[in-house]
């Protein structure tokens, strides 16, 4: 039974949001979807219904197949401790609290990525609650079109009510963190730059500027021992050292501004520095796996992505002439440049798929897929 409080829906089955979804559109409200918070960028109005699925937070591990089967509350620590006594890994977020749902649709950039891809690729199968109130099951077998759009595409196409994904042969990693002078900034960040056009696609890194210090950030998914001294030759200390997966906690950083980079030239190398000496900014290294084919996740040739984690005067003007143009969903708080996130073809392709399976736009907070698939 379905019990209205403030048009908000607690769903702790499938069926509840089915009945939800079905409320939603007998009454010409928008719905909103609340699994964990991660990807959710709009509050509650006189119009909308949020269905939340918190507490389907089921997590099941078939280690035969490497496949997790999740609820769309489930959280990626979740999967992490129930996949380890397998020796099996997902392509987990930056911290074990972020949503394995709200994260994967988004794309899903982790610290396996530059080995295994975004999250968004691995998936192999979902089941979701369309406009119409129908369960369906999506894969590259049923509902192809609506399968792609959910790889990257976002939450407006339906509500996920379970997610299967490929999950991958990783026990231990090596992971930490290197510093660096910080008087050294942009020399650091040139040696950074040059390292990666050879670095193993086995080795995810970060620079990190702040105005105390320059930092690296390390996890490789196989031995790379070679390949990332050379990257620290020059630290003054590192943290370095082989564990389980689950306790390679690397962390992120909070975009304000966010930049793609298609390369990262000499001239780039100023405004970053000067900005890190007013907030930090992150430069991550993209590549390997990623540039693989896929769902919409868009900007896959992207070789470096630059966070700022504050509004610094300037920095975006001074980086322009050096970025795509390209944001990345998970990344992006501000819902009007939601077509940024995508190639205008791939932003036309989903517009036809919302257009197929919601065309009453019935899924049209956060970040919207207009029915025409043009901004």
Known sequence: MIQLADYVVEAR?????????????????????????HGSHETLGDDVLRVTTTEMNEVHIDPARRVARVGPGARWGQVIAAAAPYGLAPLAGSHPDVGVTGYTLGGGLGWLSRRYGFAADSV???????ADGRLITVSPDEHEDLFWAIRGGGGGFG??????????????????????PVER?????????????????????ALVLTPQAVTVKVMCAAPAERAVRQLLA??????????????????????QHLDLLPELPDAAIPALVQAGRQATVEVRHWGGAL???????????????????????????????????????????DTSRTATAYTSG??????????????????????????????
């Not at 942009?186 to 890194?205: F, G, I, N, Q």
């Not at 470096?304 to 990345?328: C, D, K, R, T, Y």
Request: glycine share 8%; charged share 15%.
């Open 291 to 333: 540039a693989l084919p896929g769902g919409p996740v868009s900007h896959r040739d992207t070789r470096f992505s630059v966070i700022v984690n504050a509004q610094v005067p300037g920095v975006a003007e001074a980086l322009a002439p050096f970025a795509n143009g390209g944001a990345f969903l998970n990344f992006l708080s």
């Open 346 to 375: 791939d932003f036309r392709r989903l517009g036809e798929v919302k257009r197929a399976y919601d065309p009453a736009d019935l899924f049209r907070t956060g970040h919207r897929i207009p029915l025409r698939g043009t901004p």
């Open 185 to 205: 900034a942009a020399e650091t960040l040139a040696a950074y730059r040059d390292w990666c056009a050879s670095a193993p696609d086995e080795v995810s890194t």
């Open 124 to 130: 192999l199968r979902a089941e979701l609650v369309t």
């Open 234 to 255: 020059s630290s003054i200390t590192d943290t370095l050292t082989t564990m389980p997966f689950g306790r390679a906690a690397m962390g992120g950083t909070a975009a």
């Open 159 to 180: 509500v996920v009510t379970a997610l299967e994904f490929q999950l991958h042969p990783v026990a231990q990693v090596t992971a930490g963190t290197a510093t660096f």
């Open 13 to 37: 089955h499938a069926s509840e949001v089915i009945g939800a979804v079905r409320t939603a559109a007998e009454r010409g409200l928008a719905l909103n979807v609340w699994a964990t918070g």
